[in-house]
């Protein structure tokens, strides 16, 4: 590693050290709270596709949150910032490819 590389990585860990642990409580509190409102939905009798999208961009939100603080992205160099959000862009186009095979069911009649 050349004397740039090694300062990024100083650079990035003594942020690391010393954000507070309130920080983490308001996260857990957002999440907590996050997570509840997709328990209520789920119990909401409301069109199919629209309560998916709401569960689906509140789960991206959670996971955007985890991810930054829990695992600590939010301090990492851009490559690995990059890295992940490719991996995620990833799995979202695999998601969008393979649900329509999801509504066979549906289109079969079976429950």
């Not at 998916?52 to 690995?80: C, D, N, P, Q």
Request: charged letters at 15%; hydrophobic letters at 55%; glycine letters at 6%.
């Amino acid at each position: 590693m050349d004397a740039i590389q090694v300062a990024l990585a100083q650079e990035a860990a003594e942020k690391q050290r010393h954000h507070p642990k309130s920080t983490f409580f308001w996260v857990w509190g957002v999440l907590l709270i996050l997570t509840g409102a997709e328990v209520y939905l789920a119990y909401q009798n409301m069109e199919l596709v629209r309560m998916l999208t709401l569960l689906l961009g509140l789960s991206i939100v959670k996971a955007a949150l985890i991810i930054g603080y829990f695992m600590h992205m939010k301090y990492e160099m851009s490559r690995m910032k990059w890295l992940t959000m490719g991996s995620l862009t990833i799995c979202l186009v695999l998601m969008c490819i393979f649900l329509p095979d999801a509504y066979r069911i549906v289109e079969l009649g079976i429950r």
